[in-house]
Every structure is written in structure tokens, then in C-alpha cells.
């Protein structure tokens, strides 16, 4: 069983940076892929982006186009967290942010994450 609980979240004008922090709970952290996504009003949960867990080739970030060159996600198995760095953000960007734990190696899609977090409203103000 993993719990994941997010912050981090807020209110920031175009262009401007937040960092989003999800805390993990278990014995297992570095087995899992970590991921964020997204969820607009109204659409689909997005992918963001993914980071591997840590194999013998250690860990290996991914990103979806609209974000790549502007977030960066790592994390600290030390301290069972995983981070978003988001810069440069636009008005698009707007949406509750997921972090979620996947026992898949890599994985971009909502269905193959087994455990969620409750979510932290980010709002992109133009």
C-alpha cells in the first residue's frame, strides 16, 4: 500500500514557477514509477510526466510535448518524494496536478498507475 499526498499547489501569473512535492509513504518508493498528471474542467486526466524507478540504470525522467523543456520532475528516494518544477507557465497549465505510483517500469497512461494522490489545484493567471 502506498499513500501519496501532494502540495505545492497556487495561484502564480504567466511565466511564473511553482515546485509541486508529492510524499510517499511505504517501504517500496524506489520500486515504483512516480508520475503527475493533470485534469482540467471539463477534460481528461493528462499525462505530464513519469520518472522510473530505480533500477540498476538508475532513474529516467519523461514528458509529455507540452511541458518538455519547462517542468522537471526528479525525485529523492531518501526522503520518498518526488517533485514538479514547473516554469514558465501559461494559462493552459491550469489544473488539478495528480501525483501517482505505477508498479509498471514506465508508464504515461492513467490506467497502469495503482495508487493516487488527492490532487493540488495549480492556477496559471493570464
Known amino acids: ?24 509513504s511505504g517501504r517500496t518508493f524506489t520500486l515504483y514509477a512516480m508520475g503527475w498528471f493533470r485534469q482540467a474542467p471539463g477534460k481528461e486526466r493528462e499525462f505530464v510526466a513519469t520518472i522510473t524507478g530505480s ?15 519547462r517542468f522537471t520532475i526528479s525525485r529523492d528516494n531518501a526522503g520518498n518524494t518526488v517533485s514538479l518544477q514547473m516554469n514558465s507557465l501559461k494559462p493552459e497549465d491550469t489544473a488539478i496536478y495528480y501525483c501517482a505510483a505505477s508498479r509498471t517500469l514506465l508508464a504515461s497512461t492513467p490506467i497502469l498507475y495503482n495508487y493516487w494522490g488527492q490532487g493540488t489545484q495549480v492556477t496559471v493567471s493570464s
Open 1 to 24: 500500500q502506498v499513500q501519496l499526498v501532494e502540495s505545492g499547489g497556487g495561484l502564480v501569473q504567466t511565466g511564473g514557477s511553482l515546485r509541486l512535492l508529492c510524499a510517499a
Open 55 to 69: 533500477g540498476g540504470s538508475g532513474s529516467r525522467p519523461y514528458y509529455s510535448d507540452s511541458v518538455k523543456g
